[in-house]
């Protein structure tokens, strides 16, 4: 069976690869603007701290809209876009936009509900100090909710792993397509759990990681 493993190991090695990028630059997206639309959300909400309508309507209807799709749907449907805005439609680079779109969707949530579980005596405390929003966000909110807001980054970047399997459609690539294509379509068992194997010790990392950065931050706000 390690033999078998091994003789496919440059294959699985490229697909272990594939998934990195996918996962990796969606999370980064996640981060930069989930994060931004997440505070959005949450300042111009009508009992926010900037009440929007208009803002928080177009914000909300993005988030919901991208996280109802049944993502191979999303994936299918978002080709005439991604090959209008990169060029192509096909490979790795190409399959990074439905995911990152996705990533920013789900991790926008998860931010506007840390930020809507920080109590409001900070807010309150915030403002007797003289604090402008930008300082309130900086110095008080942003801190009190940041163990949240790393573990539903955890969450999110987890779930976009388990997104990035079915990437295959639009030759993506990843562990996913790896499985269908060497494990299923050729009833390869032992590359099938093999690629499961891998999954488990990615979400495990992750999970692990993200467990122990919050952890730490909790450590530092007791502190």
Known sequence: ?????????????????????LVGTASLFAIL??????TLL?????????????????????????????????????????????????GTVAAT??????????????VEQSLLDVPYTIIE???????????SLHYFIFPTARQSMILGLTSSIISLLSYS??????????????????????FDNTLMYTTVVIMILLVQSIQFIGNSIALKYKGDRND
Do not use: W
């Not at 069976?1 to 990028?21: N, S, W, Y």
């Not at 603007?33 to 997440?38: Q, R, T």
């Not at 439905?98 to 998860?110: C, E, K, M, N, V």
């Not at 915030?126 to 604090?131: D, H, I």
């Open 1 to 21: 069976m390690i033999e078998h493993i091994l003789e496919h190991q440059d294959a699985i090695l490229k697909a272990l690869l594939e998934t990195l990028i």
């Open 33 to 38: 603007f989930g994060m931004m639309l997440g």
């Open 42 to 90: 949450y300042l111009s909400r009508p009992s926010g701290m900037r009440p929007n309508r208009l803002a928080y309507s177009l914000a909300n209807i993005y988030v919901n809209t991208i996280r109802s799709f049944p993502f191979l749907i999303f994936i299918v449907a978002m080709i005439p876009v991604t090959r209008f805005i990169l060029g192509k439609s096909l």
């Open 97 to 110: 936009l439905p995911l990152s779109l996705i990533g920013i969707a789900i991790y926008a949530r998860f």
């Open 125 to 135: 405390v915030s403002k007797s100090l003289g604090a402008n929003l930008k300082q």
């Open 165 to 186: 399997t079915v990437m295959g459609v639009v030759g993506g690539g990843g562990i996913g397509d790896f499985a269908f294509r060497y494990g299923y379509q050729k």
